[in-house]
């Protein structure tokens, strides 16, 4: 076990010089459960320092009447008296109290600004009484020598380490080296660090699995997200960046790398979104001769290795149909942390004649659901509000309405409904007095669709306004399968398109529906969905090289030489195989949500802002019409 190496690794120690070397080891096996940063478990020795902040604060009783040296920043300085002085100082371990009471080392930070970068001197004492109440920390370094190491300017535009009236984000990412400084962001690196040391270790130590990496550069391919195009030397010869490492991985398992992983960077010239950059990182993996049950079972065992090592217990997962997520929540990625599920009311207005909310025509479904309890919210203004909300989603209205004492509604349609109808609409949702009703129309799928966004939107509403609570530390794993293979295509009528990408094999039970109803196909995709949140997609492959052809050429009606790379080596001899891409930056977001992280760039070191900028270079920049020329390019006038 751990804790019995770690035994024996201490008793060599003791009788041996071999101290730097027993460190070194000891750094890379941390403690079950700890979640602090994994580099400072043990202090590596530097001609700057000696121990980290956090050595010397946590490991009292080793270091009192110690000398030690630390190096790192001044956070700030307090003059207690002619001479005394106090500074709170920091390295990225943490911080430490220093006391400085002679004359020269007075002098030496006296005159400095906040976050100057030092060297400090000094013995460890144990505080006073009095002071130690007031910190956690009962020792402080009494500094008999401080060397500036950098000045620092003394107006920054924000301090990391002030909790309140930050300043925007746009000034925090053009200042992103000083941002980084602030606590919370160390945290996210450390924790970064630590998940993707958990993964590493349980893939290739524990599952078998080979890291390879494969290039970003590649070819434009149809389909799927845009992507951003890189121009070359030759004229019109373009590479593109990968959305992801896709036909790579699938060329490997052809190779005979039967286990494949990586940290793969990938690039998606989208709209901004809270989960979304433009460049990403995704923990990729491929395996051969796997079932869907393998990959789901092996991600399980990852998921659960990396949230136990960062310290957040060992998970459990569940499993749901893509229809039942769109039936109960109208969405394929369902929050289930809250209750309002959708019902299909349909059949309740049977003998409506109002035309909003007739349903003869066999096209036409009624689906709800129920806010519990919270008709005070429903103000005119709120009402109002929400029906605004979903008009901007694309919906043609939305009705709402409350339960009244006497198990009727209370609403400006009611009154196009006769009493046992309304009572048959309660008594269908369940419904007590003081609950709210919110009803959409129209295609079945449609209405689904907009009311799982409208029940999220709500969600928010109702738990700022104390009516609704959501448990931040549970974490909701399940998996949502069957999902469709094809819909129809976005651009091109009576065409159809991939759900999700041309190479995902069919559902075993619906071959038959690829040439009589291909719509009704499933595929053997499957998501891994956290808290409203899909943490990570994969897919069975096909690797019979006809069959691929056919899917593409008879079904998708695609150029089958676009993709004749992947299917060359298909004919080559292919396994069966599958895997699937976990969002790793969104994982990270997952963890650190409660702790106040609330979008990627909280979670990454130098992300771009909301709209793709990189505002510490201004990138993207324009360029010079030199440099376009280099590459054939010719510059376009604005519109």
């Known amino acids: 076990s751990q804790s019995q190496c770690r035994s024996r690794i201490v008793a060599w120690v003791k009788s041996s010089d071999m101290l730097k070397l027993a460190r070194r080891t000891l750094l890379y096996m941390p403690k079950a459960g700890y979640r602090q940063q994994i580099y400072h478990s043990s202090c590596p020795a530097t001609s700057y320092r000696s121990h980290f902040c956090k050595d010397v604060k946590c490991d009292s009783s080793g270091n009192i009447g110690r000398a030690v040296t630390v190096s790192g920043w001044l956070q700030s300085i307090r003059r ?23 004359q020269e080392a007075i002098d030496a930070i006296a005159s400095l600004s906040s976050e100057a970068v030092v060297q400090l001197q000094g013995i460890v004492e144990l505080k006073p009484i009095d002071r130690a109440s007031k910190d956690a920390s009962t020792v402080e370094l009494a500094v008999t020598s401080a060397t500036l190491l950098n000045a620092c300017q003394t107006r920054l535009p924000f301090l990391p380490y002030q909790r309140q009236e930050l300043p925007n984000e746009e000034v925090r990412l053009k200042h992103r080296p000083l941002d980084l400084r602030r606590p ?93 950059q433009p460049e990403f990182t995704q923990l990729d ?12 079972s092996l991600t399980e065992n990852l998921v659960s290795a990396i949230w136990t090592e960062c310290g957040f217990g060992s998970p459990t997962f569940d499993i749901m149909t893509y229809q039942q997520a769109m039936d109960q929540y109208g969405s394929d990625k369902p929050d289930r942390r809250f209750a309002m599920k959708l019902k299909d009311i349909t059949h309740c207005f049977a003998d409506v004649s109002w035309d909003v909310l007739r349903t003869s025509s066999k096209h036409q479904s009624i689906i709800a659901f129920k806010a519990d309890q919270c008709n005070t919210f429903f103000t005119r203004k709120a009402q109002d509000s929400l029906i605004e909300h979903a008009k901007g989603l694309g919906a043609t209205g939305l009705l709402i309405a ?48 907009l009311l799982g966004k409208i029940r999220v939107h709500l969600a928010a509403k109702l738990q700022n306004a104390g009516l609704l609570k959501v448990d931040p530390n549970q974490f909701d794993f399940f998996w949502v399968q069957d999902f469709p293979m094809f819909e129809s295509h976005e651009l091109h009528e009576g065409r159809l398109q991939a759900c999700h990408h041309p190479f995902t094999a069919p559902h075993f039970d619906d071959m038959h529906l690829l040439e009589q109803d291909p719509l009704k196909v499933r595929a053997q995709h499957y998501d891994l969905v956290l808290n409203g949140v899909e943490l990570g997609g994969g897919s ?36 069966p195989h599958g895997g699937i891409a976990l969002g790793f930056d969104r994982l990270l977001l997952m963890m650190l949500q409660r702790e106040g992280a609330t979008s990627l760039r909280d979670v990454i070191a130098f992300p771009k802002s909301f709209a793709g900028k990189e505002w510490m270079s201004q990138a993207p920049t324009d360029v010079s019409d030199e440099d376009l020329a280099f590459y054939h390019l010719q510059r376009l006038q604005p519109q």
């Open 402 to 449: 409350s339960v009244d004492d006497g198990g009727t509604l209370k609403a400006g349609f009611s009154k196009h409904l006769s009493t046992s109808t309304q009572k048959s609409i309660v008594q269908a949702m369940n419904a007590q007095p003081g609950d709210v009703l919110v009803l959409a129309t129209g295609n079945r799928d449609t209405a689904q669709s």
């Open 285 to 296: 993996l491929e395996m051969a001769f796997v079932s869907q049950q393998d990959v789901q």
């Open 80 to 102: 207690a008296g002619d001479d005394l002085y106090f500074a709170t100082f920091r390295d990225s371990s943490g911080h430490i109290q220093a006391k400085f009471t002679t």
């Open 184 to 276: 919370s962001l160390q945290r996210a690196l450390a924790l970064r660090s630590q998940a993707a040391h958990a993964a590493r270790t349980y893939l290739l130590d524990r599952a078998g699995f080979l890291e390879v990496e494969t290039p970003t550069l590649f070819k434009r391919t149809p389909g799927g997200a845009a992507e951003f195009l890189v121009p070359t030397q030759q004229p019109n010869r373009y590479y593109a960046l990968v959305q992801s490492p896709q036909q790579y991985k699938q060329m490997l398992m052809v190779a005979g790398v039967d286990r494949y992983m990586q940290f793969a960077r990938c690039y998606r010239d989208e709209g901004g979104r809270v989960d979304r």
């Open 540 to 575: 069975i492959r096909i690797h019979d090289p006809s069959f691929q052809e056919y899917i593409l050429r008879d079904i998708l009606q695609e150029d089958v030489t676009v993709f004749e790379q992947l299917l060359e080596p298909l004919r080559m001899g292919a396994p």
